[in-house]
Structures are given as C-alpha cells and as structure tokens.
C-alpha cells in the first residue's frame, strides 16, 4: 500500500499571519509539491488571490482549492470530504497537503474528518499549526485563564464571560502540535519570550513554540512532523466537550452551534478607483476604530497604477502592497468586512465608500 499523503492543518485566528506563513512556505518549497486548501470566511477569495498572486511555479493555481461554503467545522461531509477525495484521486498527487482555515473555524472537527472512510486510507494530518498573533495575544485580545472561567461559569450557570473569541483561542491552543508566535518584530524580546513561555505552559505537553516574523520559517520545521493528529483526538480536547467526545452528528452541531457561528458576519463593499493610497488605508482605520470591525481585507484600484493594491487590516493595523496587475479582473476596489454579528452595514458601507 502506498504511503500515506502527509497534511498539515494551518489554525490561527484571524489577521494571525496564516496566509503569510504559507506564501513564504510556497516560495521555498524546495520543490515539493504542494496542494493547497483554503477555507475562506466570507466569499471573497481574497487568501487565494493572494497565493495565486504569488506567482511561484510550486503553487500553480491547480493546486490551490478553496472551499468558500462557510466555515471548514460545519461543511466537513458536504465539502471537505468531496474536494479531499478529488485532490486524493489525481493522477499527479502531491507530496505534501496544506489546509488553511479560516480564522473562525474548529480544528478539531477537522482533524476528526481524517478518520472518515476512504480518507483514513490515504491520507494522515502530519501537524496542526496554530499561529498567533504574538502581538494582539500579548495585549490580552485574546488571553484566557481557563481556570478562572471555568470558576465563574460554577458561581451562575447564567453569567458566561467568556466571548466566542476566547473560547476559539482555546481550542486553537488545545489542537495545536505547533504554535507558532508570529508578528515578533511588533514584540520586544522580553514580551516574546515570557509570551512563548506561557502557550507552552497552556499547550498540550511537548508541543513546539517557535516565535516567526512574518510567518518565515523552514518548511522542514513545519512540514514533517509525522504527528498522527487523527489518532489521538482524545487529547486535543475541545474546552467546551466537558461531557464527552464522540463523533455522532448531534453532538457536532451542538458544538457548531455553541460557538454560534452565527456571531459572526461578512459582507463586502465595493467602490471605484481612489485617488490616493496613504490616505484610504488612514480612512480605513478611522472606519474600523468607528465599528469595532475585526479584519478588513481585499484589493483597491488607485488611480494611475497597473498594479491592485492588496489591502489587509487586522484591528486598526492597515498593511498594503500592490501584488500584481488586475488583468482580467474588473478594475474596481472590492474589500471584505468581518466582524461581530450587528455590523452597521450602510454607515459601515457609506463610510468606505466617501
Ligand atoms: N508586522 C507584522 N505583520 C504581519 C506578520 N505576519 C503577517 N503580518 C500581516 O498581518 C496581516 C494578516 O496576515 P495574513 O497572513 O493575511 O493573516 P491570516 O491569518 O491569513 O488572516 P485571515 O485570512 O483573515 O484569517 C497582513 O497584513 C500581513 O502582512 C508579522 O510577522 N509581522
């Protein structure tokens, strides 16, 4: 029987530097062969575009499939499992499977779907990589004290203090093989290394931390682990599965529905061209400060230039670089918002398009 196909699961919430880490994994794949799979929250494929865009012989566009019917933990049978076994039963296989997720997605009922018939086979999750924002981790974004929840969820069943976001980091920390503390040129050294010490003291035992700037790191360290993740599910645990870990669907969507998915929105907005880049990417910022917007993403047209300007912003944080020419695509600005459920949508929109 063959070798099994190593994958990787790439976890991290979202702005973490998951699309970064893997187009710098791209560019120096020492000519492995590498399939893609994004999960894109929303349905501008702005992740894709953006590894696309990259250019490199080793990610031929063939070899990236997105997957864009909503979150990864919720579609598994309808979508993941479908797009594996085609990836699975081409006659050019590749060498390594990567999974992006989106930032709002479970890893752990992904890793579960590679115990599925005819997947189980052929195919093995060599890693879950969960990359953090070290930077916004740091701050307390999205820092956790499990004990101290779990204390007040005990005091008043009614009181949970515990958002959707910090419970998702949980999870993403519990899954992990990898955690990679990305954005360390925004920490100093000191903040990264007691930051690096307390995921350690959070992770599951043995669990590697390395600290990476812009998601560059050897792809020997994050390929190749040969961990084997859908076989030991039962340490990875989801924090909210206090009473058991079984597969069956209902126990799954309650799950789904626990982290309600439905709190979280999408939607894009589109405009012409703009007339200078400094300023909208200031504009924005102001936007995102105004409506607690958690990521804002996408390509703008500036007057004058070739080239779509890629745009992505990760809190007030606004980061732009023209990637490629439009081409075929219509010349106009189209971003992605994603936020909290009760966005405004119109002064959100209104105020984009001034
Ligand atoms: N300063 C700094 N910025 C980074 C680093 N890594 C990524 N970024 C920037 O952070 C933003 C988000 O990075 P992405 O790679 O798109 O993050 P992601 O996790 O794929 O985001 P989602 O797809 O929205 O979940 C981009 O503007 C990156 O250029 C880093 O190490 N340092």
């Known amino acids: ?43 501008l494929g702005v992740d894709g575009d953006i590894l696309k865009g990259c250019g490199d012989e080793v990610c031929s566009e063939d070899d990236i499939v997105e997957l864009s019917n909503g979150c990864i933990c919720c579609t598994v049978a309808d979508d993941f ?13 590749p060498d390594h499977i990567v999974i ?8 752990q009922p992904l890793v579960r779907a590679f115990n599925w018939p005819g997947i189980s086979t052929k195919v093995t999750v060599d890693g879950v990589v969960t990359v953090v924002d070290g930077r916004a981790v740091h701050d307390g974004q999205f820092a956790h004290n499990v004990a101290a929840v779990d204390a007040q969820r005990a005091q008043d069943e009614n009181l949970d203090h515990e958002t959707p976001l910090s419970e998702l980091f949980e999870d993403q920390v519990a899954c992990a093989d990898m955690i990679v503390v990305n954005k360390i040129d925004l920490l100093e050294a000191a903040e990264a290394d007691s930051l690096t010490n307390k ?75 703009i007339a200078d880049a400094d300023a909208f990417a200031a504009q924005i910022a102001d936007v995102i400060r105004a409506h607690n917007i958690l990521r804002l993403k996408g390509f703008v047209a500036v007057a004058g230039k070739p080239m779509r300007l890629t745009l992505q912003a990760v809190g007030p944080r606004v980061d732009t670089y023209f990637d490629q020419p439009f ?7 189209r971003l992605v918002v994603i936020g909290e459920a009760g966005l405004d949508h119109s002064a959100i929109t209104a105020a984009l398009q001034a």
Not at 7 to 24: D, N, P, S
Not at 245 to 273: M, P, Q, Y
Not at 327 to 333: C, I, K, L
């Open 1 to 43: 029987m063959p070798a099994k196909i190593p994958a990787t699961v790439v976890t991290g919430f979202l702005g973490a530097g998951k699309t970064t880490l893997i187009r710098h994994m791209l560019q120096n794949a020492q000519g492995k062969r590498i399939a893609l799979i994004i999960n894109e929250f929303g349905d």
């Open 81 to 93: 499992i479908p797009t594996m076994e085609a990836l699975l039963a081409r006659e050019h296989k």
């Open 100 to 107: 992006e997720t989106s930032g709002l997605a479970l890893p």
């Open 199 to 273: 995921l350690k003291s959070e992770a599951r035992a043995g669990v590697q931390v390395i600290k990476a700037s812009m998601g560059a790191l050897p792809v020997d360290v994050l390929l190749g682990q040969g961990i084997g993740a859908e076989g030991d599910l039962a340490s990875r645990h989801e924090i909210h599965h206090h009473h058991h870990h079984d597969d069956d669907e209902d126990d799954h969507h309650n799950h789904a529905h626990e982290h309600g998915h439905d709190e979280f929105e999408s939607f894009i907005v589109t405009r012409g061209e």
């Open 327 to 333: 081409g075929a695509a219509p010349r106009e600005t």
